[in-house]
T-cell receptor, first 118, second 116 residues
Framework: GAVVSQHPSRVICKSGTSVKIECRSLDFQATTMFWYRQFPKQSLMLMATSNEGSKATYEQGVEKDKFLINHASLTLSTLTVTSAHPEDSSFYIC??????????????FGDGTRLSIL | AQKITQTQPGMFVQEKEAVTLDCTYDTSDPSYGLFWYKQPSSGEMIFLIYQGSYDQQNATEGRYSLNFQKARKSANLVISASQLGDSAMYFCAMREGRNYGQNFVFGPGTRLSVLP
């Protein structure tokens, strides 16, 4: 089946550091990828939709300058948490959908990145 | 209004028994898809099963089946012959419309614990 790779799986860093998370579709081209944030014991919250070759679409309440998204190729989207602070600590997970018109195509998720800001 | 409701924050089931996880949804779009994902404690999201709004039959995938009641707007997940490895969070999700780029809306999830 389709595979989405997310790296790194875990990051621990000091407050003020910028952290980049990569999301790659390994065996298909993904024109659209999605970035989610998940707090403990809660559901996934969509942060932004990453579109290849154009600007990302951010959900209401998500700071564009804080969470920079770059979708430079059909297989790679990156999320950069700029000047991270302890409140940015969370589980971040990306997903991609295989091309095709069928609404039945599932989203394939990366394994997530657990970000801890000290 | 919540688009996806999962009323069971936690469920327990005895190993080898069947369990039903509830999901109700709200949409005015005639075209939509319903998905179930499993999230173990390690965090990855595992796709389990899909049901399309126009599908005539309930979806089945191994030990997973979906009890789709369109008029009630419910899409309950049935897991038969529960195994210890089924212990995880389970999320119901919906995609509305035929738009390829349309995002999922996730429910709050149900934590399933399988007892030996």
């Amino acid at each position: 089946g389709a595979v989405v790779s997310q790296h790194p799986s875990r990051v621990i860093c000091k407050s003020g550091t910028s952290v980049k998370i990569e999301c790659r579709s390994l065996d298909f081209q993904a024109t659209t990828m999605f970035w989610y944030r998940q707090f403990p014991k809660q559901s996934l919250m969509l942060m932004a939709t990453s579109n290849e070759g154009s600007k990302a679409t951010y959900e209401q309440g998500v700071e564009k300058d804080k969470f920079l998204i770059n979708h430079a190729s059909l297989t790679l989207s990156t999320l950069t948490v700029t000047s991270a602070h302890p409140e940015d600590s969370s589980f971040y997970i990306c997903s991609a959908k295989q091309p095709g018109p069928s609404s039945g195509q599932p989203q394939h998720f990366g394994d997530g990145t657990r970000l801890s800001i000290l | 209004a919540q688009k996806i409701t999962q009323t069971q924050p936690g469920m327990f089931v005895q190993e080898k028994e069947a369990v039903t996880l509830d999901c109700t949804y709200d949409t005015s779009d005639p075209s939509y898809g319903l998905f179930w994902y499993k999230q173990p404690s390690s965090g990855e999201m595992i796709f389990l099963i899909y049901q399309g709004s126009y599908d005539q039959q309930n979806a089945t995938e191994g030990r997973y089946s979906l009890n789709f009641q369109k008029a009630r707007k419910s899409a309950n997940l049935v897991i038969s012959a529960s195994q210890l490895g089924d212990s995880a969070m389970y999320f119901c999700a919906m995609r509305e419309g035929r738009n390829y780029g349309q995002n999922f809306v996730f429910g709050p999830g149900t934590r399933l614990s399988v007892l030996p």
